[in-house]
């Protein structure tokens, strides 16, 4: 099927539904110069997310997970919401129902909401956060929460109990938090519509979410720049880049 007659029925689908849920991954944000997860393993030294993006690691080496997180951090310093977070924060400010479920830990979403809401409220356009944000560091003891800051020498450590800082990210082999999955899932469940914007949709449980809109009898749209596992399951699967596709899907 031709890509207009493509995106003309994506638009119909839009159109027509009447809750939509948007699950995101690292693809959104590419076009923001967000390294993907399918790059960060070849940027950053040789090391793979799955390696370093874990509690072992943390434990291991401690200066080395950290240094990557600062880089990503000083990478992103330099980065600003995309066409595709635009287009999709300002459908969720018109259709006043939150829908964004992103796996992203960069914040864009939220800079994204905030900045089109001006001085309305941004909170339809805030997106539920699987897998935290590396903006924020946790204490591993006390779970107290506090602003990134850049690494220096000394590890950083928290101000409340002395505890190591670690950043408030869901790594590789922990479980995500309950309420924000469960939060997720419910979006998911009532939408018509799901759209599924920059992933490779092999992280779970966050691959599965699509799949609650699908199994409640809703449709699916992919928006990839290649097939992913859920294309099957696609209602409409659009290729191209999500700072132009979503302009003209949703705008
Ligand atoms: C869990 C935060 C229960 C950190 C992330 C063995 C032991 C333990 C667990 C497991 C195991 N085996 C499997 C698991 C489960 C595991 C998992 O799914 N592993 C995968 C690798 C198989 N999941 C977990 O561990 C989760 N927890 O299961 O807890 C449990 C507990 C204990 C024991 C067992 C189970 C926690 C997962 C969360 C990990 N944290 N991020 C950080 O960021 O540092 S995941 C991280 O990677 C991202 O958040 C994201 O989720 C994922 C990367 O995926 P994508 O976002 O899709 O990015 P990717 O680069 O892969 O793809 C980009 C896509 O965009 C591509 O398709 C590309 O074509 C497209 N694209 C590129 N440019 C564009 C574009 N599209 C459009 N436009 C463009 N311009
Ligand atoms: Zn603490």
Do not use: K
């Not at 939150?98 to 909170?123: I, S, Y």
């Amino acid at each position: 099927m031709s890509a207009s007659v493509d995106i003309e029925r994506a638009r119909r689908l839009v159109g027509e539904a009447r809750r939509v849920v948007a699950l995101t991954g690292a693809g959104i944000s590419a076009e923001s110069g967000v390294p993907t997860f399918r790059d960060a393993g070849g940027l950053w030294r040789n090391y793979r997310p799955e390696e370093l993006a874990t509690p072992q690691a943390f434990a291991r080496d401690p200066r080395t997970a950290w240094e990557w997180y600062d880089w990503r951090r000083s990478v992103l310093a330099g980065c600003a919401p995309n066409p595709g977070h635009r287009a999709l924060a300002r459908f969720f400010l018109a259709r006043g129902a939150a829908g964004v479920v992103t796996q992203n830990v960069d914040g864009l979403h939220t800079r994204a909401a905030v900045e089109e809401a001006g001085n309305g409220p941004p909170e339809a356009a805030l997106p539920v956060e699987l897998h935290g944000a590396v903006g924020r560091d946790r204490c591993n003891r006390c779970e107290a929460r506090f602003p990134a800051e850049p690494l220096g020498d000394a590890l950083p450590r928290c101000d409340s109990c002395g505890g190591l800082r670690r950043p408030d990210v869901v790594l590789f082999g922990e479980s995500l938090d309950g309420d924000v999955l469960a939060r997720a899932y419910s979006l998911a469940e009532r939408a018509d519509l799901c759209l599924v914007v920059g992933t490779s949709a092999v992280v779970y449980p966050a691959a599965a979410v699509p799949l609650a809109t699908l199994e409640a009898g809703g449709s699916l749209i992919e928006v990839n720049l290649e097939d992913t596992p859920l294309t099957r399951s696609a209602t409409v699967a659009l290729r191209g880049a999500a700072g132009e596709v979503l302009p003209a899907l949703l705008g």
